[in-house]
């Protein structure tokens, strides 16, 4: 039988008050079941959000440079524990083990950054107008936070999260995506072994419904920071503003990058494959949308197709495997749905288009990297998330039209452009409706301490990363003193 994974509220390894439970199977091959977790419910929220109230006052009176320290030893506790951490991933999310590799990387990176944070929670002071009054204002924890994580990134975007929360003096309950329990199991307990007391950080795993809103609609929740699908954003938004809660939202995208007649095609059609392929196009910042010049529309394409058929699929284990399985069987249907309604709206299927059922795929949720061609910018392959390896070419006639359509969504997270001119890069860093533009570069892909984040329908709230994270996670205080 699979082994079993608990809870862990209030410093202990916990069963779920419901008795029940799920199992956690590999992608790339559905017969390997990696462990079972704790099918929670609302009793057991409630005890975790109890947890945390109950540890907050002593951690906020932690000196924070004290909290850093702790934190520093997580990300040393991570860079020791890396590989181990990254084979897991891939087995149980399915990406590429050089992915995984440098998500883990990334929460070491950033915790490394965060932990000096704990120096660096500046308020400032200011002169009165007041006669004889010292003013000052000082950076407070915000209280007890919610956790909702995503499973593409499974041990990143955790680490975006808890890890500045806790550098600022928060108390934190996670509740982690059902298909990517055990990674954030993993990244809890090593948050043990660094000494983080009990209550401070605790995890229920479980549903949306079942976990996710009641920790979104909990009383004592003072913030609530989440990482999913738009739809399930506004939901949160709603019922935080109800609450009065402070929240971050980063959802959906639907990127795209634009290939001028004067770029280096090599170069653009590499920023492509690593863009709408990389984690089996299951990113948020992937490059579902390619914008191409019409004066270099067919040689560039057919480049980018010769490409795309290079690419091996297969578990992300093995070390020459370009493109490892989608998450799971409902992802799968999702992608080959999305294949159908663009065959039907009248695109070209160039390459692609199919389950993949070769001899390393047979096992697992395998979808072939695919390339449509004759995309009109208003086709819904064009306009809504597929979160899969499908990429759409859309011809224009030059710089503006491109400019227009790839602003033409309801979402702006990351945005692209292939030029060697520098006025249309400069133009377009300053026009592309997105929270973060790249020239000559994939569209996914930031470092860990600049702000992530976008626009529209992509993001709401503070970004995450770098120093906007501790803006999010403290309240300003404005004290006077007088004589």
Not at 29 to 54: C, P, T, Y
Not at 110 to 134: D, H
């Amino acid at each position: 039988m699979a082994k079993l994974f608990k809870n862990y509220i209030n410093g202990k390894w916990k069963a779920s008050a419901s008795g029940g439970t799920f199992e956690n199977v590999n992608p790339a091959n559905q017969s390997e079941v990696l462990g079972r977790f704790q099918k929670s419910n609302k009793k057991d929220v409630n005890e975790a959000i109890a947890a945390a109230e109950e540890a907050l006052p002593q951690w906020r009176a932690t000196p924070a440079p004290k909290r850093g320290e702790i934190l520093f030893k997580v990300a040393e506790l991570l860079l020791q524990q890396k590989e181990s951490l990254a084979q897991d991933m891939t087995r149980e999310m399915g990406k590429i083990i050089s992915e995984t590799r440098g998500d883990v990387q990334e929460a070491i990176d950033l915790t490394y950054y965060t932990a000096g944070e704990g120096r660096r929670l500046l308020g400032e002071t200011v002169p009165s107008e007041l006669k004889n009054k010292f003013c000052m204002s000082v950076r407070m924890p915000v209280g007890i936070v919610s956790a909702i994580t995503p499973w593409n990134f499974p041990i990143a975007i955790p680490s975006w999260k808890l890890v500045p929360a806790l550098v600022c003096g928060n108390t934190v309950v996670i509740k982690p995506a059902t298909d990517t329990p055990l990674s954030v199991v993993n990244f809890v307990k090593v948050c043990e072994q660094a000494g983080l007391p009990p209550g401070v950080l605790n995890l229920v795993t479980g549903s949306g419904s079942d976990v996710g809103t009641p920790m979104t609609e909990h009383e004592k929740v003072n913030l609530v920071s989440f990482t999913g699908s738009t739809d399930t954003g506004a939901v949160i938004a709603s019922s935080c503003a109800r609450n009065m809660k402070q929240y971050s939202l980063e959802m959906g995208g639907k990127n795209a990058i634009i290939v001028m007649d004067d770029a280096d095609l090599e170069l653009a059609v590499e920023g492509v494959i690593f863009g709408a392929f990389g984690t089996t196009g299951q990113r948020c910042t992937a490059c579902s949308r390619v914008i191409v010049h019409k004066k270099i529309a067919k040689k560039f394409t057919e480049m980018l197709v010769a490409r795309t058929k290079t690419l091996k699929l297969g578990d992300g284990l093995k070390p020459k495997t370009d493109v490892g399985p989608l998450v799971n069987e409902s992802q799968r249907t999702k992608v080959d749905n999305y294949v159908q309604i663009g065959t039907n709206e009248g695109a070209k299927l160039l390459t692609g288009g199919k389950y993949a059922t070769g001899k390393d795929c047979k096992n697992g949720s395998f979808y072939q990297p695919t390339i449509f061609a004759d995309v009109a910018p208003k086709m819904r392959i064009a306009q809504e998330e597929i979160f899969g390896p499908v990429a759409s070419v859309i011809r224009v006639k030059d710089y503006d039209e491109a400019l227009a359509v790839a602003n033409d969504t309801e979402f702006g997270l990351s945005s692209g452009i292939c030029t060697t001119s520098l006025k249309y890069a400069s133009h377009f860093k300053a026009n592309a409706e997105a929270g973060m533009v790249m020239v000559n570069l994939p569209t996914a892909g930031v470092d860990y301490h600049v702000p992530f984040g976008g626009r529209k329908g992509s993001s709401y709230g503070s970004r995450e990363q770098g120093r906007y994270a501790a803006e999010f996670y403290t309240t300003v205080k404005t004290a006077y003193t007088a004589p």
